[in-house]
Nanobody
Framework: QVQLVESGGGLVQPGGSLRLSCGASELTLAYYTVGWFRQPPGKEREGVSCMRNSNGNTDYVDSVKGRFTVSRDNAKNTVYLQMNNLKPEDTAVYYC????????????????WGKGTLVTVSS
Protein backbone atom coordinates (compact mmCIF):
# COMPACT_ATOMS: atom_id res chain seq x y z
CA GLN A 1 0.00 0.00 0.00
CA VAL A 2 1.49 3.31 -1.12
CA GLN A 3 1.31 6.12 1.40
CA LEU A 4 1.98 9.69 0.37
CA VAL A 5 1.76 12.30 3.10
CA GLU A 6 2.08 16.07 3.01
CA SER A 7 2.95 18.05 6.10
CA GLY A 8 4.05 21.53 7.10
CA GLY A 9 0.91 23.51 6.47
CA GLY A 10 -0.51 26.02 8.88
CA LEU A 11 -1.36 29.65 9.44
CA VAL A 12 1.13 32.27 8.35
CA GLN A 13 1.04 36.02 7.89
CA PRO A 14 1.48 37.61 4.47
CA GLY A 15 5.16 37.80 3.65
CA GLY A 16 5.94 34.79 5.79
CA SER A 17 7.33 31.41 4.83
CA LEU A 18 6.42 27.77 5.14
CA ARG A 19 8.06 24.57 4.01
CA LEU A 20 5.85 21.71 2.99
CA SER A 21 7.07 18.13 2.96
CA CYS A 22 5.97 15.22 0.85
CA GLY A 23 7.00 11.83 2.16
CA ALA A 24 6.32 8.48 0.60
CA SER A 25 6.34 4.84 1.58
CA GLU A 26 6.87 1.82 -0.64
CA LEU A 27 8.34 3.93 -3.42
CA THR A 28 11.41 6.01 -4.06
CA LEU A 29 10.65 9.61 -4.87
CA ALA A 30 13.82 10.05 -6.89
CA TYR A 31 12.30 7.84 -9.58
CA TYR A 32 9.10 9.86 -9.90
CA THR A 33 7.93 13.06 -11.41
CA VAL A 34 6.63 15.10 -8.49
CA GLY A 35 3.91 17.67 -8.79
CA TRP A 36 2.63 20.13 -6.25
CA PHE A 37 -0.97 21.27 -6.58
CA ARG A 38 -3.22 23.49 -4.58
CA GLN A 39 -6.94 23.99 -4.22
CA PRO A 40 -8.09 27.33 -2.82
CA PRO A 41 -11.35 27.33 -0.89
CA GLY A 42 -14.27 27.09 -3.28
CA LYS A 43 -12.05 26.86 -6.34
CA GLU A 44 -10.67 24.17 -8.59
CA ARG A 45 -7.32 22.53 -8.06
CA GLU A 46 -4.42 24.04 -9.94
CA GLY A 47 -0.85 23.04 -10.60
CA VAL A 48 1.90 24.79 -8.65
CA SER A 49 5.08 23.04 -9.73
CA CYS A 50 6.32 20.00 -11.59
CA MET A 51 9.71 18.36 -11.08
CA ARG A 52 10.20 15.83 -13.84
CA ASN A 53 12.05 12.58 -13.36
CA SER A 54 13.36 12.73 -16.91
CA ASN A 55 15.72 15.65 -16.42
CA GLY A 56 15.16 16.93 -12.89
CA ASN A 57 14.01 20.33 -14.08
CA THR A 58 11.24 22.01 -12.18
CA ASP A 59 8.57 24.20 -13.70
CA TYR A 60 6.51 26.64 -11.68
CA VAL A 61 3.25 28.37 -12.31
CA ASP A 62 3.85 32.06 -12.98
CA SER A 63 2.14 33.17 -9.80
CA VAL A 64 4.74 31.47 -7.57
CA LYS A 65 7.93 31.95 -9.59
CA GLY A 66 10.65 33.49 -7.49
CA ARG A 67 8.80 32.66 -4.29
CA PHE A 68 8.40 28.87 -4.24
CA THR A 69 11.21 26.33 -4.60
CA VAL A 70 11.01 22.56 -4.88
CA SER A 71 13.85 20.45 -3.51
CA ARG A 72 14.47 16.79 -2.77
CA ASP A 73 16.31 14.93 -0.04
CA ASN A 74 16.90 11.44 -1.34
CA ALA A 75 18.28 10.19 1.97
CA LYS A 76 15.01 11.08 3.66
CA ASN A 77 12.92 10.14 0.62
CA THR A 78 11.22 13.49 0.91
CA VAL A 79 10.36 16.31 -1.47
CA TYR A 80 9.94 19.83 -0.16
CA LEU A 81 8.08 22.89 -1.29
CA GLN A 82 9.67 25.98 0.21
CA MET A 83 7.20 28.85 0.07
CA ASN A 84 8.47 32.37 0.71
CA ASN A 85 6.80 35.76 0.63
CA LEU A 86 3.41 34.14 0.99
CA LYS A 87 0.35 36.02 -0.15
CA PRO A 88 -3.29 35.67 0.88
CA GLU A 89 -4.06 34.23 -2.55
CA ASP A 90 -1.72 31.34 -1.74
CA THR A 91 -4.27 30.08 0.78
CA ALA A 92 -5.21 26.57 -0.27
CA VAL A 93 -4.97 22.90 0.47
CA TYR A 94 -1.67 21.80 -1.01
CA TYR A 95 -1.17 18.34 -2.47
CA CYS A 96 1.79 16.44 -3.77
CA UNK A 97 1.37 13.90 -6.53
CA UNK A 98 3.65 11.39 -8.22
CA UNK A 99 3.97 9.82 -11.64
CA UNK A 100 6.56 7.17 -12.54
CA UNK A 101 6.29 7.76 -16.27
CA UNK A 102 9.16 9.52 -18.00
CA UNK A 103 8.46 12.67 -19.95
CA UNK A 104 5.01 13.31 -18.57
CA UNK A 105 3.69 16.58 -17.29
CA UNK A 106 1.99 17.04 -13.97
CA UNK A 107 -1.76 16.86 -14.19
CA UNK A 108 -4.82 15.54 -12.39
CA UNK A 109 -4.23 12.08 -13.84
CA UNK A 110 -1.10 11.42 -11.79
CA UNK A 111 -1.58 8.06 -10.07
CA UNK A 112 -0.39 8.83 -6.54
CA TRP A 113 -1.74 11.64 -4.38
CA GLY A 114 -1.41 12.74 -0.82
CA LYS A 115 -4.35 13.83 1.29
CA GLY A 116 -3.27 17.46 1.39
CA THR A 117 -2.15 20.00 3.95
CA LEU A 118 -3.85 23.33 4.53
CA VAL A 119 -1.94 26.57 4.14
CA THR A 120 -3.69 29.70 5.34
CA VAL A 121 -2.13 33.09 4.67
CA SER A 122 -3.87 35.81 6.60
CA SER A 123 -3.09 38.91 8.60
Amino acid sequence: QVQLVESGGGLVQPGGSLRLSCGASELTLAYYTVGWFRQPPGKEREGVSCMRNSNGNTDYVDSVKGRFTVSRDNAKNTVYLQMNNLKPEDTAVYYCALDPATGTKCDDGMPYWGKGTLVTVSS
